[in-house]
């Protein structure tokens, strides 16, 4: 026995061990906490547990995990074997030694000092602590499962299915990349609470240290700050490291240590970066470079509207800053019916060709409904939701999708019922009305938010490709994932609380809607300035000043306003239009740093649970090249997804490097029921046009079933 100084004394072999450098058998979590209390900084205590032939945790379960993943056959031997493993008897050792080694943590009748509950109220965490995680090679982040808050009699079964974590998908697939080298402890500590929890990033540069902090939740307090800025600085001495963290007050404990790797430019790529703090790159809706026409639209209205955030684009890039902003009166719907009403009039007084001046004016007042009035109280409606939540049902935020946004009305769907009328059109001609029921209602709608981008109505072709193939249906969602639904938290509550929840759930889910039938209102304000410049580049093509008339969205927006409205410019349009092209160009080479560092390598491309289910395909670059894509199906990889473009693409799964879990490509890909996996950062760069790759939705993970291609498509 050792005195383990984690507040414990543990065997140095067996079931329970401590987390130690020098014993590589209680896996990466349980090494890096070791070597973060090595550099002196704050760990839980904490003890892991290691399975081995002679001392399992689990008795023998079941049949054998395939050696490929290929097919769905492949995946349903999968989950036999993981199955059999959750329905297998816990070894009588492991159930004899737990309670010893759990009151090593919380001794019976002793205060928490963590969270100052009582021993017998302490709830523990219990995470996975495999072989691959926080390697330098593969860090597996979010590969294997951990499970929080476990009270003391639950940490059995969590054990079971921290072990059942390794027989998912995503987790037995990169295991099996990695060589199968994927033998899983398991780390138990107990569970600290705090008031805010993150990730620090600390890179060595020469003398100094770049720290980049990020809060994932809560306030952090000053002086928990600094200690957080200090641990990262004293754990980079070795190297870049990544630490994650969690505060109470001034007081804090770092959980886990991995290496950090930058994503990086190419060599000799200089990148883009914000001249002045606070501004990100807008990514997920501008991931290419603004023409000069659509940098002028962002100039003007950033100069006119009053909005909760500012614009500007640096390096032919959209950056944005948020700022404060009143929020408006009044329900959602009703906004944007009255800013709806406003510019069907208008749009009708002004006519097929527009005169700049008019369009721009059309543009700037729908801008600011759209961004300074209906945006806002859509925010503010759902914020009210997440507020009761909060005080009354914290776990139903983690239902947040199917509570508040699946199965409502919206431009969305109406979109998706449009495509499907097109895809199940029975003839020829029934094809061609249903492509001109979808132009009428959509036809505004392109494939980037820029001017210069055509729409779908001067590019009806587009809409030919729907349904001619068919999605590879995908395996279900893990059951793991439950859904609380409204009705089942409502029943509990005393009927004034019911009655607010309802108003809430029902103004958020308008919200909901809402915020998805702005995309198509906006799309029509720029069809209208589109139309507007156009009818400017074939005046100029006509009197020899252009030689085509797309060339005016290489103008500068000014030049374009001070031809209509005088005539003249400064230059020739034509050495202007030139001057644009060259630097759009440019700023197409040299793209911003990504506004989430890549934690993807050649394992595993990580992203964040978008839609459910699984699915086995091969990657298809989006946009996609003219040739035909690899036969079978399809994963499409995106840097993002506009939700005008999404009812056009036939894809098996979707990987988006940009979105969030609630944003509009993880929504409709909800309803549709087809995996993705958004804030992929790295994807399009890790993974290869043709590649077979499994896609894990429930877990937000892509993995690489073969080597890449050796060229690109």
């Not at 550099?39 to 032939?53: D, Y």
């Not at 049949?63 to 056959?73: D, E, G, I, W």
């Not at 009305?433 to 505004?444: H, K, N, P, S």
């Not at 060339?551 to 644009?580: H, K, M, N, R």
């Amino acid at each position: 026995m050792v005195d383990d100084g984690w507040g414990g004394a543990f065997a140095g072999t067996g079931l329970f061990r401590l987390p130690s450098l020098a014993d590589a058998a209680v896996g990466g979590k349980a090494r890096s906490l070791a070597r973060l209390a090595s550099f002196g900084l704050p760990v839980p205590r904490a003890f892991a547990i290691v399975s081995s032939p002679g001392a399992p945790i689990v008795q023998a379960a079941g049949p054998t995990p395939p050696a490929v993943l290929r097919t769905p056959a492949d995946l349903a031997a999968l989950d036999d074997a993981r199955a059999a493993l959750l329905r297998a008897p816990l070894s009588a050792p492991f159930v004899q030694g737990l309670p010893a080694a759990l009151a090593a943590l919380a001794p019976a009748g002793a205060n928490d000092e963590t969270d100052g509950a009582r021993a017998d109220e302490v709830t523990f965490a219990v995470r996975s602590s495999s072989a691959l995680e926080d390697d330098a090679r593969a860090a597996a982040p979010g590969v294997f499962d951990s499970v929080l808050r476990v009270p003391r009699a639950g940490v059995g079964e969590a054990v079971r299915a921290v072990l059942a974590s390794a027989l998912t998908p995503a987790a037995w697939a990169y295991v099996l990349r990695a060589g199968g080298q994927g033998a899983i402890a398991v780390l138990v500590h107990r569970f600290v609470a705090g008031d805010a929890h993150g990730a620090v990033v600390c890179e060595p540069t020469g003398g100094d240290a770049r720290v980049q902090l990020d809060v994932q939740q809560g306030s952090l307090a000053d002086g928990a700050r600094a200690a957080i800025e200090a641990g990262a600085r004293r754990a980079a001495q070795a190297g870049p490291v990544e630490l994650e963290w969690v505060a109470t007050g001034d007081a804090v404990t770092f959980l886990q240590l991995r290496p950090y790797a930058r994503g990086r430019a190419p060599a000799g790529e200089v990148q883009v970066e914000a001249p002045e703090p606070g501004w990100v790159w807008d990514a997920a809706h501008n991931p290419t470079p603004l023409t000069p026409a659509q940098a002028g639209l962002v100039e003007w209205v950033d100069a006119r509207c009053t909005l909760g955030f500012r614009q500007r684009v640096f390096g032919g890039y959209l950056f944005y800053r948020p700022t404060s902003l009143e929020t408006p009166p009044g329900p959602p719907r009703a906004l944007f019916q009255r800013l709806q009403a406003d510019v069907d009039a208008s749009l009708a007084a002004l006519g097929p060709a527009p005169r700049l001046r008019d369009a721009l004016a059309l543009y700037t007042r729908g801008y600011q409904g759209l961004f300074g009035t209906v945006q806002p109280a859509c925010a503010a409606a759902r914020a009210a939701l997440r507020d009761f939540l909060r005080a009354h049902a914290p776990a139903a935020l983690d239902s947040w999708a199917a509570l508040v946004e699946t199965g409502v009305a919206s431009a969305a769907s109406r979109r998706r019922a449009a495509a499907d009328a097109i895809a199940a059109a029975p003839d020829a001609a029934a094809r061609a009305a249903a492509i001109d029921a979808y132009l009428e209602a959509f036809g505004d709608e392109s494939a980037r938010w820029d001017v210069a981008e055509p729409t779908l109505r001067e590019r009806p072709e587009a809409l030919l490709f729907i349904g001619r193939t068919a999605p590879a249906p995908s395996a279900p969602a893990a059951a793991s994932r439950t859904d609380v639904s409204a009705l089942a938290l409502a029943s509990a509550w005393p009927e004034v609380r019911r009655a607010d929840f309802q108003a809430r759930l029902a103004a958020a889910r308008e919200a909901s809607a809402v915020a998805e039938d702005d995309d198509a209102l906006f799309a029509r304000l720029q069809a209208v300035v589109r139309r507007a410049l156009l009818a400017l580049g074939a005046r100029l093509v006509n009197e020899g000043r252009l030689s085509a008339a797309g060339d005016v969205f290489f103008l500068p927006l000014a030049v374009s306003q001070a031809i209509d409205e005088t005539g003249e410019s400064p230059e020739a349009p034509a050495v202007l239009a030139a001057a644009g092209r060259a630097a759009f160009g440019a700023a197409s080479a040299h793209p911003p740093s990504p506004p989430v560092a890549s934690r993807s390598s050649s394992l595993a491309v990580c992203g964040q649970h978008g839609a459910g289910g699984r699915a086995i395909g091969r990657v298809v670059l989006h946009p996609a090249p003219a040739a035909p894509g690899p036969a079978g199906p399809a994963v499409l990889v995106a840097a993002t997804l506009l939700p005008t473009e999404l009812p056009l693409l036939d894809a098996a799964a979707l990987v988006v490097e940009t979105g969030t879990p609630l944003g509009h490509v993880a929504a409709q890909a909800r309803e549709r029921g087809i995996p993705a996996v958004v804030g992929a950062a790295g994807a399009c760069a890790t993974l290869r046009a043709g590649q077979l790759v499994l896609v894990d939705g429930d877990r937000g993970l892509v993995i690489p079933l073969e080597s890449p291609p050796t060229s690109r498509a």
